[in-house]
C-alpha cells in the first residue's frame, strides 16, 4: 500500500499490452476520515538457489521494486569508503548483513535468513494494508448500519461489491502464503530441524517466521470475517424480497391451497414493493417502467423464437 497518484506508481513493465503487475486505489476513500489517496499493489518475490552440493551453488533473487518497496536498494552493492565494489549490503536480505562478512555460507540457513527477512516485510506490508482497510470498513459499516434499502443508483450495492471483491484478492494473496509456508511445514522443514541438530541458530528464526505467519493468518481471518459481514449486508439489498418470502411461507400457517401460484404471486408483489421504496418511485412511474421492461423482454423472445426457425 502507497500514497499518491497510481500513474507514478504503476508498474512500467507491459506484457501482452498490460502492464506486468496491478494497482489498484483502495476502497472506501470517500467514506473515510484519512480521505488518502491510498493504492495497493501487486508484487512478487522469486528465489531460486542451485548447485551441486553446499560449497558450489548459486542464487537469482528477484523481488518487485516498482512501487517503492526497497527504497534503498541501488546501494545495496555500493561499497563504503575505501572498500571494494561489491562490498555493500547483501540484496536478497534486503540490505540485512554486509557483504563483507557473508552470511551464505550455508546455502539451508542463507535460505532460511531470506525467508525471514522476506516475511517479515510480507506481515508488515499486509498489517498496514489489512488495518488501513478494515479501519474504512468499520467507518462504512457505521454509516450503513441503520440503511435497510438502497437507492434508485444502487450505490450501496455497489460499493459492497467492490469492498467483497477487494476482500477476495486480499484473502487469496494471504492464503497462497499461509499454505505455502503450512506445506512446507509439513514436508521439508524437517532439513531444517531433525536433520540440523549442529545449528542452534535455525530454531530461532524458524520461531521468527512462524509468529510472522501467525500474523498473516490474524489478517485473514480478520478479512473474512468482515466479508460475512458484508456479503450479509449486500443479500440484504439484492435479496430481500425473496428472503421474506421464503421466511413467510416457512411458517405453519401459511399454507393455501395452491402454494407455488401464491409464492411467486407475494414474491412478484414483494419485489414490486421493494422496487418501488429503493428508487423512491411513484406506483405510476413504477407501472411505467414495468411496461417497458416487459415489452422489452416480449420483443427480445420474439426475437430468439425467429432466430431458431
Not at 476520515?33 to 493504492?39: A, I, K, N, P, Y
Not at 459492497?160 to 477487494?166: A, C, F, G, K, R
Not at 505467519?213 to 480478520?222: H, P, Q, T, V
Not at 404471486?265 to 414495468?290: C, E, H, W
Request: proline residues 6%; neutral net charge; charged residues 25%.
Amino acid at each position: 500500500m502507497r500514497t499518491g497518484s497510481a500513474d507514478n506508481i504503476k508498474d512500467p513493465r507491459i506484457s501482452l499490452g498490460k502492464r506486468l503487475r496491478k494497482s489498484e486505489p483502495l476502497p472506501l476513500r470517500s467514506h473515510s476520515s484519512d480521505q488518502e489517496d491510498l493504492f495497493y499493489h501487486e508484487a512478487q518475490t522469486s528465489s531460486l538457489c542451485w548447485g551441486p552440493d553446499e560449497s558450489f551453488w548459486s542464487e537469482l533473487f528477484l523481488v518487485d521494486v516498482y512501487f517503492g518497496s526497497e527504497e534503498n536498494y541501488i546501494t545495496y552493492l555500493l561499497p563504503g569508503q575505501g572498500a571494494d565494489p561489491g562490498d555493500g549490503l547483501d540484496p536478497p536480505l534486503g540490505g540485512r548483513g554486509s557483504m563483507r562478512k557473508p552470511l551464505f555460507e550455508d546455502p539451508r540457513e542463507y535460505f532460511l535468513l531470506k525467508i525471514d527477512r522476506r516475511i517479515e516485510q510480507v506481515a508488515a506490508e499486509y498489517s498496514a494494508l489489512v488495518e488501513t482497510y478494515n479501519n474504512r470498513m468499520e467507518e462504512y459499516a457505521a454509516t450503513i448500519r441503520t440503511v435497510f434499502e438502497d437507492d434508485r443508483q444502487r450505490t450501496h450495492t455497489q460499493t459492497l461489491s467492490n469492498v467483497i471483491e477487494t476482500i477476495h484478492i486480499f484473502v487469496d494473496c494471504l492464503s497462497g502464503i499461509v499454505d505455502a509456508w503450512a506445506d512446507f511445514s509439513r514436508t521439508e522443514i524437517a532439513l531444517f530441524t531433525r536433520h540440523a541438530p549442529d545449528k542452534p541458530k535455525w530454531p530461532g528464526i524458524l520461531a521468527r517466521i512462524a509468529r510472522n505467519i501467525s500474523e498473516l493468518e490474524r489478517l485473514r481471518n480478520l478479512l473474512i470475517a468482515k466479508r460475512e459481514r458484508f456479503r450479509f449486508k449486500l443479500e440484504s439489498y439484492v435479496a430481500f424480497p425473496l428472503l421474506f418470502t421464503t421466511a413467510f411461507f416457512s411458517m405453519d400457517f401459511a399454507t393455501p391451497p395452491y402454494p407455488w401460484a401464491v409464492f411467486f404471486g407475494v414474491l412478484f408483489g414483494v419485489s414490486l414493493l421493494n422496487y418501488m421504496i429503493a428508487s423512491q418511485s411513484s406506483p405510476r412511474k413504477t407501472y411505467v417502467d414495468l411496461r417497458k421492461l416487459m415489452t422489452k423482454a416480449w420483443s427480445d423472445l420474439v426475437q430468439w423464437l425467429k432466430t431458431l426457425q
